[in-house]
């Protein structure tokens, strides 16, 4: 039990530490020193329990095969590269986060109640963004957001280094603020989360009640308590300028319903969303993004923005390079690149490139393990089961995360990442921990041979 407050409360602090990162960096200290305490006390917890098994399936192993793989990587980098001080930032902002998937997978090993709880952290920050969002969208709105200190600093940030008075009015001018509309600083970013957390909470408005878990709330009162918060989670998606976000949130709910038989659930539920954005006056809002992001004009391409998302011939000149090496340690290394260039709209697709072969195959077969993990547990746990509908969540969460990070990538920001690997945690153990019961349940109704 000790060791499990432990592992509770260090998952609770590096989730903090990662969504107020750039709140402690802009109002306390100004130092990315900020995101070294969560790995740097995952390790020290991991080497004081030397004894535990930490590597019994395949997840653990890619997740650990992930880490070492930026290590080498940032060795090579700090002997060829230029800027040694970017090659390590890489390594602590991409890699070192991944660390929490083991403290996640220890405190969720053997308990379904440890991963419930940690699933209602997901709703809790739900809420708060939910409240973060509208608040300063409010101040925003008003003209009030220079109060707000981290929107203070984007706007220093922004202007910084231009003297012209004119020149600096100009500047300003295309400076929008709603791009910072949240704690993570960056209105794409809260975009994602906003999505993500969408995801994972719906399933369970589509779950039927089960009074073998009583003592949870969340999930006994689900549709109460949860659709509210999935209808605020829609109103942000449509407020921030992340039209990505908002569009894989549209897919994952036609998926869900057309693949779990939901569909005329998943269509009510279309039609209340239909009717809460029509009486909050936000249809307005979505239909001018949805024109806009689609057949706006796109001055870098001389076309629409459509035409500019759909253009994938740049994308393929990208990965034509001069030096082989690139493909295999990637053009961050090689190429000294810290800020990935967006060479078309579609900016996943050029992280291969840029990150190296061996990340986008360690990343790829980790990717489709937990989707295999969903799909199994789907298939062969019965629907009023809780692990059935949070293997439904788990699903949903990566999806969205692939499919709102295909423009303008956010997943490697502070506190999604951290939120990413402590999934992937909990995946990894629900799935063992199911599949284990499964087989000892088959062992045990085997008739004996005569």
Same mark, same amino acid.
């Given at each position: 039990m000790i060791q499990e407050t432990i592992e509770y409360r260090l998952l609770l602090i590096s989730m903090l530490i990662g969504f107020f990162y750039l709140v402690l960096r802009y109002t306390v200290l100004n130092t990315f020193m900020w995101v070294l305490i969560p790995p740097i006390l995952s390790l020290l917890y991991i080497f004081t329990n030397n004894k535990y098994r930490w590597l019994s399936n395949k997840m653990d192993k890619i997740i650990l095969y992930y880490i070492i793989n930026g290590f080498i990587i940032t060795l090579i980098g700090l002997l060829v590269a230029l800027n040694k001080f970017n090659i390590s930032r890489v390594f602590i902002h991409l890699y070192l986060p991944a660390l929490l998937y083991f403290i996640s997978r220890k405190y969720t090993a053997f308990s379904i109640n440890n991963i419930l709880k940690l699933t209602r952290i997901v709703w809790i920050i739900s809420i708060f963004f939910i409240i973060d969002i509208l608040i300063?969208?409010?101040?925003?709105?008003?003209?009030?957001?220079?109060?707000?200190?981290?929107?203070?600093?984007?706007?220093?940030?922004?202007?910084?280094?231009?003297?012209?008075?004119s020149a600096l009015e100009r500047h300003y001018m295309f400076f929008n603020p709603i791009m910072v509309s949240s704690i993570l600083t960056s209105g794409k970013g809260a975009g994602i989360l906003v999505a993500v957390c969408f995801a994972f909470l719906f399933p369970f408005a589509l779950r039927k009640r089960n009074n073998y878990y009583k003592k949870s709330e969340l999930f006994n009162n689900s549709k109460v308590s949860v659709l509210p918060v999935l209808l605020m989670l829609i109103t942000c998606s449509i407020l921030l300028p992340n039209f990505s976000a908002t569009l894989s949130i549209i897919l994952f709910l036609l998926f869900i319903g057309f693949n779990t038989k939901n569909i005329i659930k998943t269509l009510l539920f279309i039609i209340i969303i239909s009717l809460f954005i029509v009486l909050t006056s936000l249809d307005e809002t979505l239909i001018t993004l949805f024109i806009v992001k689609t057949i706006g004009y796109n001055p870098s391409s001389g076309g629409t923005n459509l035409e500019? %998302?759909?253009?994938?011939?740049? !994308?393929?000149?990208? =990965? +034509? /390079?001069?030096? $082989?090496?690139?493909? %295999?340690?990637?053009?961050?290394? !090689?190429?000294?690149? =810290? +800020? /990935?260039?967006? $060479?078309?709209?579609?900016?996943?697709?050029?992280?291969? !490139?840029?990150?190296?072969?061996?990340?986008?195959?360690?990343?790829?077969?980790?990717?489709?393990?937990?989707?295999?993990?969903?799909?199994?547990?789907?298939?062969?746990?019965?629907?009023?089961?809780?692990?059935?509908?949070?293997?439904?969540?788990?699903?949903?969460?990566?999806?969205?995360?692939?499919?709102?990070?295909?423009?303008?990538?956010h997943f490697d920001d502070h506190g999604i990442v951290e939120l990413l690997f402590i999934m992937l945690g909990m995946l990894s153990s629900m799935h063992e921990m199911t599949f284990n019961r499964l087989q000892t349940s088959l062992i045990t109704n085997q008739s004996p041979i005569v």
């Open positions: 300063e969208y409010y101040f925003i709105g008003t003209g009030s957001y220079m109060m707000i200190p981290w929107v203070k600093e984007a706007v220093r940030e922004y202007t910084a280094g231009i003297e012209d008075a500019a %998302i759909l253009s994938i011939v740049p !994308i393929f000149q990208y =990965y +034509i /390079v001069d030096n $082989p090496l690139a493909i %295999i340690f990637g053009k961050i290394i !090689i190429e000294d690149l =810290y +800020i /990935v260039p967006s $060479p078309a709209e579609l900016d996943l697709l050029v992280y291969p !490139i840029n990150y190296g072969l061996s990340w986008f195959i360690i990343t790829s077969s980790g990717i489709l393990i937990a989707l295999k993990y969903c799909r199994q547990i789907i298939k062969y746990v019965p629907k009023l089961n809780i692990e059935h509908t949070l293997a439904l969540s788990f699903l949903g969460f990566i999806l969205v995360m692939l499919l709102s990070n295909l423009h303008y990538p």
